[in-house]
């Protein structure tokens, strides 16, 4: 397993081993082990698995406030992303600032988000099947978002029109947030 940082401190980009030959390949996806010896302590409670048919589909940014924030374990199993981590901490040397990077069944790539960001992704192709793993459990109560083209985040998502849910073409302004980490 490679941990490779990124410009946000805590924020990973984690890539397997993968071994191969004419059957195919074998990774493996989680190891709580491999993950401490790379200083990584993540207790995960709630594996996630979510579809989108459509390339050009957008869901986030999302995130839970408070005691129910969730760290995250993220990877593309089918199809390609381009997967986004703000920094919502306000103590913090990078907040406001956000990091990308693509997703996808080839690279199997995992992104690596701790608590107190907001997530969202972006589907580079159609047919995309998304996995993560989290460290608390969704909390309908404190579930939240902000609007994917926030002037003040200024994300470089690489598409104008994408396809959202309502709710995520309603989310509020991070300034008309009550984001309190």
Known sequence: MKVIKTDIEDVVIIEPQVFGDNRGWFTESWSQR???????????????????????????????????????????????VLDVAVDLRKNSKTYKKWVSCVLSEENKRQFLIPRGFAHGFLTLTDNVEFLYKADNYYNFEADRNIIWNDEELNINWGIENPILSPKDAKAPKLSESDVDF
């Open 34 to 80: 491999k993950m401490e010896e790379a200083g990584l302590f993540y207790n995960f409670v709630q594996d996630n698995h979510s579809f989108s048919a459509v390339k050009g589909t957008l869901r986030g940014l999302h995130f839970q406030k408070g005691e129910a924030s969730q760290a995250k374990l993220i990877r593309c199993v089918r199809g390609a």
